[in-house]
């Protein structure tokens, strides 16, 4: 299992009340589907920028209250959007972080790529968030960090994977200020100056998921239990990356059935 933000959608989880779980399948099957749109097949860049630009024509047509033409933004607009009245800021905000990784492979500082994970997957805490109805500006806060630690974890597991898509996710001034080029990491060479570099990405990735964890305990019920779990799958990531020493162009860190044990007895423990 990764940590990337799509798939910490608790789909199918036993942890979502009933009501809710349509609803999140709605929202999953179009943030998967626009992720796919940008990220996956033999598609030109302008044929993904025009997908993409489909279904933000499409959340046009729900914010003027129409009927969308898509079958998926038609479950989307019956199933989550109309009964709880979701914004659509989230999914605009979605849409335009998958525009910018059809155009933008590189980040200049850990600023522009904090501004891509706002966009890219702090949507996701927001709209589950929305779905339970806890919209005070603390939870979205923590909701915040949480979901930017998550993508940053996603980052540093696939520095191989983004690179054999043409994208470095790591800050260009830090790979400098690390003494650490691209060609090296085309090479897969995982030296000291790399591993020193990859603590530095890890260890501010966990301050911020630590900044955000409270949630799970300020929220109550199934939510605050799956968002704990959600939160020691990460942590438990960050501490596979510092054992393989950071080497993930041999070793990809995921969780396997004694991590799900280690993270459903954590979670219950923090309730």
């Known amino acids: 299992m990764s ?8 789909v199918g989880s036993l942890a979502v009340p009933r009501r809710l779980r349509k609803p ?34 499409e959340l046009a047509r729900i914010g003027r209250g129409e009927k969308p033409l898509m079958p998926l933004m038609q479950r989307l607009q019956s199933e989550a959007i109309r009964p709880f009245n979701l914004p659509l800021a989230p999914f605009y905000d979605l849409l335009s972080a998958f525009k910018q990784d059809v155009v933008k492979t590189r980040y ?8 891509y994970c706002r966009r890219s997957a702090n949507p996701v805490g927001r709209i589950m968030l929305h779905l339970y109805g806890k919209t005070d500006g603390v939870s979205i ?10 993508q940053l974890i996603n ?35 995982a030296d000291f100056a790399f591993q020193r570099l990859m603590a530095h990405q890890c260890t501010r990735a966990f301050q ?35 054992g393989c ?24 423990l923090k309730k």
Request: glycine share 8%; aromatic share 10%.
């Open 3 to 10: 940590v990337n933000h799509y798939e910490n959608f608790p």
């Open 108 to 115: 200049q500082n850990f600023g522009e790529l904090v501004d």
């Open 24 to 57: 999140i399948h709605a929202v999953y099957a179009f943030a998967r589907t626009a992720d796919d749109i940008a990220d996956e097949g033999e598609l030109s860049d302008e044929e993904r920028l025009w997908g993409l630009m489909d279904l933000e024509q």
């Open 141 to 150: 806060a923590r909701s915040d960090g949480i979901c930017t630690a998550l």
């Open 208 to 242: 911020i998921l630590k900044s955000g964890s409270p949630l799970g305990k300020t929220l109550k019920g199934r939510i605050g239990f799956e968002l704990r779990m959600i939160v020691v799958g990460g942590q438990l990531i960050l501490q596979k990356l510092d």
């Open 155 to 189: 980052f540093w597991q696939d520095v191989a994977v983004d690179w054999q898509k043409g994208r470095v996710y790591i800050p260009q001034d830090d790979l400098q200020r690390f003494g650490v080029t691209e060609a090296q990491i085309a090479e897969g060479r």
């Open 245 to 268: 020493k950071y080497d993930v162009f041999t070793q990809r860190p995921v969780l396997d059935k004694k991590d799900w044990l280690i993270i459903i007895k954590r979670a219950l």
